[in-house]
């Protein structure tokens, strides 16, 4: 089965309305995608006039249609290029930094508007104006030519902005992930394997998901039930677990024996 190919995020140019894909704009896609962002949301509030708060009647007010702000990070590394190389990581940087110059209005050619940006990763869609730019530059070369570079972006709009999901929901089992179930208050890994019907392999779970003491876990521990389960050719060639097991089989020389790992079980 091949991997699932990698998502880019991507910047591309709104309309003033914050609706509308410009026409004939080419997507910015980043060169790396963000480890993590955050979303905001605000209401302006303030104190109504007349309240009496000695009364207990002094409550708040809702104010405007609230904001929404993004705030993410992303990276760029002309040393990592191997496709269409440059050799100022500022020809990479210019494209993000376009989204924060200020142009006439279409509207109201008097006053100044940044373009308007849609930051698309996946099914996440954030739309609003780049409110705030930090560039960093960094390792430079030999010329004095930035070759790295980091740049904060602050995105917002004037309204709180509800996820949408137009499709149904897809989620299901990942290939290369296997389903994690935290530890019980007062369960022991024991209690953990029979109730998953997988009593007999208490020991193996313990030892692949490194558990030194299966009789006190931590709450809220994530342990793989799946792991160790099955042939004990899993753990280890030859290796048996608990009393009564099978004997391993004799091995051709050198002849040693393989012990099972001590689980700190008192």
């Known amino acids: 089965m091949t991997d699932a190919a990698l998502v880019k995020a991507k910047l591309i140019e709104l309309e003033e309305d914050l609706v509308t894909e410009k026409a004939g704009f080419v997507p910015v896609p980043v060169q790396f995608n963000p480890e993590t962002f955050k979303v905001t949301y605000a209401n302006e509030v303030k104190q109504p006039e007349g309240g009496d708060q000695a009364a207990g009647t002094s409550g708040m007010q809702f104010v405007g249609a609230g904001t929404t702000k993004l705030a993410l990070t992303l990276w760029f590394d002309v040393t990592a290029m191997t496709e269409e190389p440059v050799d100022d990581v500022r020809r990479l940087t210019s494209k993000v930094i376009y989204f924060m110059t200020p142009r006439a209005s279409q509207r109201d050619a008097s006053k100044l508007v940044p373009p308007g ?14 409110e705030g730019l930090e560039e960093s530059l960094e390792f430079f070369s030999p010329d004095g030519k930035p070759l790295r570079a980091q740049i904060t972006l602050t995105v917002g709009q004037q309204k709180i902005l509800v996820s949408e999901f137009r499709t149904p ?3 299901g089992p990942r290939a290369g992930q296997r389903p994690f179930t935290p530890a019980p208050q007062g369960k022991s ?25 299966p009789l006190r876990i931590k709450p809220g521990t994530p342990i793989d039930l799946n792991l160790g389960t099955g042939a004990s050719a899993r753990i280890g060639a030859g290796t048996s677990f608990g009393a009564g097991a099978p004997a391993a089989p004799a091995l051709s020389a050198p002849d040693f024996t393989i012990a099972p790992p001590r689980l700190g079980i008192s």
Do not use: H, T
Request: proline share 0%.
């Open 189 to 213: 890994l024991q209690d953990m394997a029979a109730a998953d019907g997988k009593g007999g392999d208490w020991q193996a779970i313990a030892s692949a998901n490194r558990i030194e003491d």
């Open 169 to 171: 929901n897809s989620a």
């Open 117 to 130: 940006l849609r930051f698309v990763w996946g099914s996440f869609i954030f739309d609003g104006m780049v």
